[in-house]
């Protein structure tokens, strides 16, 4: 038989090399039943790996079975759940499952999630359903689809074990997704080494994140390196919270445990899309306070960093890690304005024209009775070049049956998007509905979609909907 590509990858132990504080080594549970649902075969080409090379018993052996390549490694980390602080956290139902370089030379993790119980499981049982899985993959992709910087699923395999949840319909499937990502290391992985009173470790982990994720400030010297090192982060964080916002995504869990030092988007638990525009939206049910609302999350992101800044300052100088956190509302501004314009279908206008263009787009979106992403898509379909002369003709179809207010809202509306036409010469127009398409794809995964793709698997175990739904979010 031939030997599986998935295990003679050049798996590197990076993290290994820091010595044992950082992880315990775990072994992966060993489940009644392996069933691979999901193959990510687009994924598989960052690894340097061709799909045909690769078979779904491959699959099923490395992220199933867990044969071949262990000791697996649950990382130690702490956190901020809902503004509490917990230094009970750890890869709880999760572990480190190897990393590797692509063939251009950047570290990747494999991570699992259901993977079995680790010393941090807190009585949980490790384990992940299936509807989480499929959720999760759904996520990914679309946030993917949609220019946002995510971590993506590798394979989700069915496990056959019958859990038990309070927020799905019990007993309910299982399965372990594997997880591909730049890095693990979480703000929370700090957070704990401060806890412990380990500046040491915290100073080996920051060296570590540096060299490894931040190469070109790696020749710095050490001072300026930190205060870059973290400068930088503030503005990937600030900028990611920007592609969540544009693209209407509530992550919902934005625990400092779930911030990644790259600046990276993971774990997708009980995330939404919002339906319509509201600051206020929730996604979790147990977010009774809307701490991580729609709205609040740049604010909460800026907290998160400043927890960070707090524990980094028993190794970096105090004064340079709040000048590096002071620009993060400018960052997340110029971002968000700039993601929100490329929707709008512009690359670039003058500065105060965009920002009335975007206040009123807000304003119109917070008055009328229309969808947040039914309102770009409808601008990417009907768009015509002829907007550019006749604004009254902008967005007819969308918004005919709105009350007078909202009338007289779109009615401002269409003057100041007339007038970003008219910034542009005429034969620009093609590139305007060519943007509108490019950063309004369809199918948004509002929860209905996923709801609808999920049911034929509950009740037939039909999964030709969710592969439909995966190549339609994420054509190849
Ligand atoms: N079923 C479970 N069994 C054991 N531990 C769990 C379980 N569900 C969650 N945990 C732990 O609770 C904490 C918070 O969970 P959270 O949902 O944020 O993370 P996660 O989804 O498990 O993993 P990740 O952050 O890698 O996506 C983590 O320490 C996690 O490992
Ligand atoms: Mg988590």
Same mark, same amino acid.
């Not at 997340?332 to 690359?347: D, I, N, P, S, V």
């Given at each position: 038989m031939p030997a599986n590509p998935l295990l003679s990858l050049p798996y590197e132990s990076a993290l290994v090399e820091l010595g044992d504080d950082y992880f315990d080594p775990v072994a992966a549970a060993k489940f009644p039943r392996c069933h691979l649902r999901f193959r990510n075969d687009r994924l598989l080409q960052q690894l340097g790996l061709e799909a045909s090379q690769v078979t779904d018993e491959d699959f099923i052996q490395a992220f199933g079975r867990f044969e071949g390549c262990a000791p697996f490694l649950a990382l130690r980390y702490h956190g901020y759940q809902f503004g509490e602080y917990n230094p009970f956290l750890g890869d709880g139902r999760g572990f480190l499952y190897g990393q590797l370089r692509n063939p251009a030379g950047v570290l990747y993790d494999l991570g699992t999630k259901g993977s079995g119980t680790t010393p941090y499981s807190r009585g949980g049982d490790g384990r992940l359903t299936l509807k989480g899985g499929v959720r999760e993959v759904l996520a990914a992709e679309a946030l993917h689809a949609l220019g946002v910087r995510t971590s993506r699923c590798l394979s989700l395999v069915e496990t056959g074990e019958a859990l038990w949840r309070g927020d799905e319909p019990s007993p309910t499937r299982s399965a372990v997704m594997v997880r591909w990502s730049h890095t693990h290391i979480r703000f929370g992985t700090f957070e704990r080494l401060d806890y412990l009173g380990r500046p040491d470790l915290m100073r080996q982990l920051l060296d570590h994140a540096i060299s490894t994720y931040y190469p070109h400030l790696k020749d710095q010297p050490a001072a300026e390196r930190d205060a870059q090192f973290f400068a930088e982060l503030v503005a990937r964080?600030?900028?990611?919270?920007?592609?969540?916002?544009?693209a209407g995504f509530c992550h919902a869990v934005l625990n400092t445990d779930n911030m990644s030092i790259v600046g990276e988007s993971f774990d997708y638990g009980p995330y939404a899309f919002i339906p319509e525009y509201d600051p206020k939206f929730t996604a979790a049910y147990f977010d009774y306070s809307g701490r991580y609302s729609y709205g609040n999350q740049p604010a909460?992101? #800026?907290?998160?960093l400043q927890m960070l800044a707090k524990v980094l300052?028993?190794?970096? =100088? #105090?004064? =340079?890690?709040?000048?590096?956190?002071?620009? @993060?509302?400018?960052?997340?501004?110029?971002?968000? #304005?700039? #993601?929100?314009?490329?929707?709008?279908? @512009?690359?670039?206008?003058?500065?105060e024209l965009a920002e009335l263009l975007l206040q009123q787009t807000i304003e119109l979106l917070s008055e009328v009775r229309v969808g947040y992403h039914e309102f770009f898509a409808g601008l990417a379909q009907q768009f015509s070049p002829d907007w550019r002369s006749h604004p009254q003709t902008i967005l007819q179809a969308t918004l005919e049956h709105s009350d007078p207010a909202a009338v007289a809202l779109l009615k401002q509306w269409r003057q100041t998007y007339q007038r970003g036409l008219s910034q542009l010469p005429a034969d620009a127009m093609a590139a305007v509905g060519q943007r509108l398409r490019q950063h309004n794809p369809s199918p948004v995964l509002l929860r209905p979609l996923i709801e609808a793709v999920w049911e034929p698997i509950t009740t037939a175990d039909d999964w030709q909907p969710f592969y439909d739904l995966i190549e339609r979010i994420q054509p190849s």
């Open positions: 964080v600030a900028s990611l919270v920007a592609q969540w916002m544009s909460v992101c #800026r907290w998160n300052s028993s190794i970096v =100088d #105090r004064a =340079d890690l709040e000048a590096g956190l002071a620009p @993060f509302e400018s960052h997340y501004q110029t971002a968000y #304005r700039q #993601r929100m314009l490329q929707k709008l279908g @512009f690359e670039l206008l003058p500065l």
